[in-house]
């Protein structure tokens, strides 16, 4: 009979545990699983021989984009659970705005939601900043998406993303609660 139970039980822990639900989280296979509209979104590696993203200003895309349905998830394992999204970003220069968006998407394909990290004119880090957000998915969430938008960017502008990470977490201690 244990063995039965922790058998059920073993996908719901693995799924618990902090494995990171996307695939490619550095960009180190080029951008296997994304859609991307831009050649100036590309894959670089440091002097460590690490990948991540890098975005410069496309004068024929205004709008760049790159985006990624993450696979393998069902309704149950999403629904008003709590999610962390963490990355690191270096912003040489920004003039236009950078997004990164978790999308809730209901069954029938339409947007329930966005949880979105704005970067915009005046954010600067030449140096890795570690970013990390909580966010609690709407009960009606089936799927969900990861976005990056950069919007207007200016000659000399360029975001950089790497270690980008989306786990299954537990719900922050309620407030006042003894």
């Not at 996307?22 to 296979?29: G, K, L």
């Not at 831009?38 to 205004?62: K, M, N, V």
């Not at 999204?85 to 339409?110: H, Y």
């Amino acid at each position: 009979m244990r063995v039965k139970i922790m058998l059920l039980l073993l996908p719901a822990m693995l799924f618990a545990g902090g494995k990171n639900l996307i695939s490619n989280p550095d960009f180190q296979d080029n951008f296997a699983g994304w859609w991307k509209n831009s050649s100036e979104i590309t894959s670089q590696s440091d002097d460590a021989g690490g990948a991540y993203l890098s975005c410069r200003r496309d004068p024929a895309q205004p709008q760049q984009r790159l985006i990624a349905v993450l696979p393998g998830l069902t309704p149950e394992e999403l629904r008003g659970n709590w999610f962390t999204l963490s990355f690191q970003a270096r912003l040489i220069s920004l003039q236009g705005v950078v997004t990164v968006k978790v999308r809730q998407i209901d069954a029938d394909g339409r947007s329930l939601g966005y949880h979105t990290l704005r970067f915009c004119q005046y954010d600067t880090a030449p140096d890795w900043q570690s970013i990390s957000r909580e966010y609690r998915m709407h009960p009606k969430t089936a799927q969900i998406g990861i976005y990056l938008d950069c919007y207007y960017l200016g000659e000399n502008d360029q975001f950089c993303l790497r270690a980008l990470s989306l786990t299954r977490t537990e719900p922050p201690p309620q407030e006042g609660a003894n």
